[in-house]
């Protein structure tokens, strides 16, 4: 994969991908520049076949701390014209997670605020340390909570009535009470946060890669479904798809002959 500037990215397992956001001296906030590299991560994780999950986590002692000081200080100075471009480009940084096709998850190992926890959610698991904190803070410093596409994914997780509280109020919210909204799947002692994430991204990673892919693609397509009928319709597709492909017949096989099945993502 290319060099990163303010991220790390190391393999530690087959079929995993490991993202470190590499600025623990400023608590990884997000700079221009990390925003720019973001859709490139995901760019070479979506075009490598060995690539099977990409697991998210930051250097040190925190997720994120939202957007770098330094940078937010060159906001003053934009126009409306260049400002509106810097927004689209930073929600593009955000939102490219959403659109890999494959797995995200987020080991959340401490603080994330802002721009760091919008990133959190995009992930389709999250794993939290017990130093784990969770901020909306855009309320804070003066500006709407709906940012980064926070707005909409957030109610989606937790429900509108803890979206509301976190977004209204700015207030952090700990592991434990993260856990009990739902925000986080689960909560672990810090020096088992990447082996219980990597437990989870080799559970899906022994599953059939075309079969993650749909599971994936449905799952957030009928989360907003307009009716049952319409659900219904993208399931039958997928799996009218899934079973023209060679994977599901391996997968039938390897069952019934007591063994793990041999992937070929074909």
């Known amino acids: 994969m290319s060099e990163y500037r303010t991220l790390r990215v190391e393999r530690p397992r087959p079929g995993v991908v490991l993202a470190i956001l590499d600025r623990p001296g400023r608590m990884n906030a997000m700079t221009f520049e990390m925003f720019e590299e973001l859709p490139h991560l995901c760019a070479e994780v979506e075009d ?26 060159k906001l003053a100075g934009m126009g409306v014209v260049e400002m ?7 929600v593009a940084g955000i939102a490219a997670f959403r659109g890999l096709s494959k797995p995200v998850i987020a080991a959340v190992n401490g603080p994330a605020a ?11 698991l999250r794993i939290a340390s017990t130093q784990a904190r969770f ?40 592991a434990e009470r993260a856990e009990r909204i739902g925000l986080v799947s689960a909560v672990v002692e810090p020096d088992e946060l990447l082996d219980a994430a990597f437990a989870r991204a080799d559970a899906i990673v ?15 397509k009928n989360v907003d479904a307009p009716s049952f009928e319409a659900a219904i319709e993208i399931e039958n597709r997928n799996q009218v798809l899934i079973t023209r492909s060679e994977d599901m017949w391996e997968a039938l096989a390897a069952f019934r002959e007591k063994r793990s099945p041999r992937w070929t993502g074909r």
Do not use: C
């Open 114 to 124: 802002g721009a760091g926890m919008a990133l959190t959610l995009v992930a389709d």
């Open 206 to 220: 022994a599953n059939s890669p075309f079969g993650v892919r749909l599971t994936k693609q449905v799952l957030y």
């Open 135 to 174: 901020g909306t803070a855009f309320v804070r410093i003066g500006l709407s909570g709906g940012d980064v596409g926070m707005s909409w994914m957030l109610p989606r997780i937790v429900g509108l009535t803890n979206a509301a509280e976190m977004l209204l109020t700015g207030e952090l919210v700990d």
């Open 48 to 73: 490598d076949p060995d690539a099977r999950v990409l697991v998210l986590t930051g250097a040190g002692r925190g997720f994120s701390a939202g957007l770098d000081l330094d940078d937010a200080a």
């Open 84 to 90: 509106l471009d810097g927004q689209e480009r930073w």
